[in-house]
């Protein structure tokens, strides 16, 4: 079956500039999760959706948002782009929410800020 | 705050000699995945833990999981080139403001020289 797709796979930005990541989960995974991956942090926690809801979020500021829509598939903003937010941006789906269950992972949106 | 310390940060190793990675925290978690990374892909689970005191093995891979929840450790037995590759420890929190979010160590990259 289809993995999950993140698009785009690489973007560049310059500050203050916002972006738009796109992400479609697994047939059926009705839980979305994004991550944001840096040499110095490793992979954190941004939010979590499930059914069209936000479950939790991370320690992220309000510039970071998210949404589900009714097919499951899943965006992330950021607005207002700093320099440190250049990171690799990963989408993870599972079919139960909460964590518990496998998530699988897609290949990432790599996000370079100038 | 869950925090999880993975070590060592990096190992660079010969074929055939085999390897531990470490994976701590002070809190517990409800379960522990262990993930495998390669450049430019997202990450894969290799395998999930939940009971405390568990091992569990994926061919040469030995996967522990502390009596108190709190750590996990991760074997291989004589290690192979096609090894290589970063590894990853994550921890599920057991609900309220962890519901939903994996809290990651910062990876192990591990290189196996032929």
């Known amino acids: 079956k289809a993995g999950v797709t993140q698009t785009p796979r690489y973007l560049i930005k310059t500050r203050g500039q916002q972006v738009t990541l796109s992400c479609s989960p697994i047939?059926?995974?009705?839980?979305v999760s994004w991550y944001q991956q840096t040499p110095g942090q490793g992979l954190q926690f941004l939010f979590e959706y499930f059914s069209e809801t936000q479950r939790n979020k991370g320690n992220f500021p309000g510039r970071f948002s998210g949404r589900q829509f009714s097919n499951s598939r899943s965006e992330m903003n950021v607005s207002t782009l700093e320099l440190g937010d250049s990171a690799l941006y990963l989408c993870?789906?599972?079919?139960?929410?909460?964590?518990?269950?496998?998530?699988?992972f897609g290949e990432g949106s790599r996000l370079t800020v100038l | 705050t869950q925090l999880l310390e993975q070590s060592p940060q990096f190992l660079s190793i010969q074929e055939g000699e085999n390897l531990t990675v470490y994976c701590n925290s002070s809190s517990v978690f409800s379960s522990l995945q262990w993930y495998r990374q390669e450049p430019g892909e997202g990450p894969v689970l290799l395998v999930t833990?939940?009971?405390?005191?568990e091992v569990k093995k994926l061919k040469r891979l030995t996967f522990q999981f502390g009596d108190a929840r709190k750590d996990s450790s991760l074997h291989i037995t004589a290690a192979q080139p096609g090894d290589t590759g970063l590894y990853l420890c994550?921890?599920?929190?057991?609900?309220?403001?962890?519901?939903?979010?994996?809290?990651f160590g910062q990876g192990t990259i591990l290189t196996v020289h032929p």
């Open positions: 994550a921890g599920a929190g057991a609900g309220g403001t962890s519901y939903g979010k994996l809290t």
């Open positions: 833990v939940v009971t405390g005191g």
């Open positions: 993870a789906s599972s079919l139960v929410a909460g964590a518990t269950g496998e998530l699988f």
């Open positions: 047939s059926g995974h009705r839980s």
